[in-house]
């Protein structure tokens, strides 16, 4: 069993920067990533990390965008540089036992989610 909690989001203006995080209890090591809801894309993979730090971008945020886990605490994170309006959405935090870098795919079954958090950018 897994559990997520998320904070951070809220509203930013064009270029700047934000940082989410996604506290994880688990009772053994996990894969993790973010995810984001948009009206016109539905849910998409943003990034993702494998249990020994390799990290999957989606093209539309790579150099923008960084995924970090502190093992330690169990605490992933999310960088968000640059932002741009097309980066509003509900961004969401994941978890699977699977040891792996884990698929951009929201539909997977070995997922366990977040309660989500907005991300609105503006002109």
């Known amino acids: 069993q897994i559990h997520l909690v998320q904070s951070g989001g809220g509203s930013v203006q064009v270029g700047q920067s934000l940082k989410l995080s996604c506290k994880a209890t688990?009772?053994?090591?996990?894969?993790m990533a973010w995810f984001r809801h948009t009206p016109e894309k539905g849910r998409e993979g943003v990034a993702a990390?494998?249990?020994?730090?390799?990290?999957r971008y989606a093209d539309s945020v790579k150099g923008r965008f960084t995924i970090s886990k502190d093992n330690a605490n169990n605490t992933l994170y999310l960088q968000l540089n640059d932002v741009r309006p097309e980066d509003t959405g509900m961004y969401y935090c994941?978890?699977?036992?699977?040891?792996?870098?884990?698929?951009?795919?929201?539909?997977?079954?070995?997922?366990?989610w977040g309660q989500g958090t907005q991300v609105t950018v503006s002109s």
């Open positions: 688990a009772t053994t090591t996990i894969s």
């Open positions: 990390i494998s249990v020994l730090g390799a990290t």
């Open positions: 994941t978890a699977s036992i699977y040891s792996g870098l884990p698929p951009f795919n929201p539909d997977w079954g070995s997922w366990y």
